[in-house]
T-cell receptor, first 114, second 114 residues
Framework: SQQGEEDPQALSIQEGENATMNCSYKTSINNLQWYRQNSGRGLVHLILIRSNEREKHSGRLRVTLDTSKKSSSLLITASRAADTASYFCATDGTANTNAGKSTFGDGTTLTVKP | DGGITQSPKYLFRKEGQNVTLSCEQNLNHDAMYWYRQDPGQGLRLIYYSQIVNDFQKGDIAEGYSVSREKKESFPLTVTSAQKNPTAFYLC?????????????FGQGTRLTVV
């Protein structure tokens, strides 16, 4: 069964705007990760946030985690056309502590128009 | 260059044939994984291996087989028993199980049944 579910399914914005994607999950987690996938390519790891962390930053990326609501958000600030990609959240349940065995959602497809 | 390499990039299979997808990593990772991705969807786990000479079924193992004779290699065979094999296949590796670390992905193999 799917653990992480991203929202919205698709997002289209203008260059320079901020993009926010959300992820909800069902069961307790050890950590949550965000990945990016360019069309027809493999996934690239963006950021990992542990269950005892609330917020994490990496460059133009900001991830928040609310374990009480079982949700996470990924904010990309000052978006660029090169940010156009699909973004996935992946969760490691408390019964599973291995990153690659994470459960992935269906992703949010982000389009940034120049 | 350290990384994870999948080959071939594109593969065509006739009905009833077995085909093998290659995955090699030089990251000295213990754990390796195979995922299947269908259009517009997330990743589903086929098989994973936490250590050499050991592997476990994932969520959709039927019609697939793997081997892990060497640490750096984790080939996936799509057998004739897999009724709907057309998909994008992704291989990944991570440092080890029991650690909350990121997964590194190959660039994928797109398999088409003709």
């Amino acid at each position: 069964s799917q653990q992480g579910e991203e929202d919205p399914q698709a997002l289209s914005i203008q260059e320079g705007e901020n993009a926010t994607m959300n992820c909800s999950y069902k069961t307790s987690i050890n950590n949550l990760q965000w990945y990016r996938q360019n069309s027809g390519r493999g996934l690239v790891h963006l950021i990992l946030i542990r269950s005892n962390e609330r917020e994490k930053h990496s460059g133009r990326l900001r991830v928040t985690l609310d374990t009480s609501k079982k949700s996470s958000s990924l904010l990309i600030t000052a978006s660029r056309a090169a940010d156009t990609a699909s973004y996935f959240c992946a969760t490691d349940g408390t019964a599973n502590t291995n990153a690659g065995k994470s459960t992935f959602g269906d992703g949010t497809t982000l389009t940034v128009k120049p | 260059d350290g990384g994870i390499t999948q080959s071939p990039k594109y593969l065509f299979r006739k009905e009833g044939q077995n085909v093998t997808l290659s995955c090699e990593q030089n990251l000295n990772h213990d754990a390796m994984y195979w995922y299947r991705q269908d259009p517009g969807q997330g990743l589903r786990l086929i098989y994973y291996s936490q250590i050499v000479n050991d592997f476990q079924k994932g969520d959709i193992a039927e019609g697939y087989s793997v081997s892990r004779e060497k640490k750096e290699s984790f080939p996936l065979t799509v057998t004739s028993a897999q009724k709907n094999p057309t998909a994008f296949y992704l291989c990944a590796s991570s440092m080890g199980w029991g650690l909350n670390t990121e997964a590194f992905f190959g660039q994928g193999t797109r398999l088409t049944v003709v």
